[in-house]
Each structure stands twice: as structure tokens, then as C-alpha cells.
Nanobody
Framework: QVQLVESGGGLVQAGGSLRLACAASGRILSWFHMGWFRQAPGKERDFVAAINWGGGSTYYADSVLGRFTISRDNAKNMVFLQMNTLTPEETADYYC?????????????????WGQGNQVTVSS
């Protein structure tokens, strides 16, 4: 088992930046590929970004490519999502997730463990 806790969300103006963090406990984070997803009210959970166990391979949704950066610090058992130039349409709950399999998947069903979510609100 691994427990994931997100932090760093909040209210930001359009065009602003936020950095989300995901802290893991219970298992060594370097064993897992990690992903970030987001879910707006009444909508499905969408893929945002993924990173492999070592951090050398990343994968992004087209909508965030060039603005968001996923990274990890295995020594601290943490994963991060730097979000720049945010838009109001990106208001959502943001979730980090851990995948036991060696892949950078964009499918929520491929991930084994989830955090509780962290709200990000982008005002216009």
C-alpha cells in the first residue's frame, strides 16, 4: 500500500502559476510510475501528466504541453506539478496517482493508488 497526499492548490488568477506537491508514504515512491489527473465538477477525470520511476521520461496531455511540468524527488518521496499560465477552464480537483506497472499511462484505470485530491481554482 501507498498513501498519497496532495498539497499546493488554491486560488490563482488567470495567467498565474501554482505548484502542486504529492507526498507518498507507506512504500518507496521510486517503485512507481506517477501521474497527475484533474476532474472538474460534473466531468470525467482527465489525464494531465505522467513520469516514470526514475524521472527521465515524462508524458503530457496536449492541453498542458509547454505550460505544465511534472517532476519527482525520489529521495523525498515526492512528486510535483508546476502549472504555468493557468486558465479558468483548468479549475478542478487535481489528483496524483501511482502505477505499479512500468508505463506512462494516461488512463485512470491503470493507476493503483490515488490521493484525496487538491482543489485548484483559477479566476478570470
Amino acid at each position: 500500500q501507498v498513501q498519497l497526499v496532495e498539497s499546493g492548490g488554491g486560488l490563482v488568477q488567470a495567467g498565474g502559476s501554482l505548484r502542486l506537491a504529492c507526498a507518498a508514504s507507506g512504500r518507496i515512491l521510486s517503485w512507481f510510475h506517477m501521474g497527475w489527473f484533474r476532474q472538474a465538477p460534473g466531468k470525467e477525470r482527465d489525464f494531465v501528466a505522467a513520469i516514470n520511476w526514475g524521472g527521465g521520461s515524462t508524458y503530457y496531455a496536449d492541453s498542458v504541453l509547454g505550460r505544465f511540468t511534472i517532476s519527482r524527488d525520489n529521495a523525498k518521496n515526492m512528486v510535483f506539478l508546476q502549472m504555468n499560465t493557468l486558465t479558468p477552464e483548468e479549475t478542478a480537483d487535481y489528483y496524483c496517482a501511482a502505477d505499479k506497472s512500468p508505463r506512462n499511462s494516461s488512463l485512470p484505470e491503470d493507476y493503483d493508488y490515488w490521493g484525496q485530491g487538491n482543489q485548484v481554482t483559477v479566476s478570470s
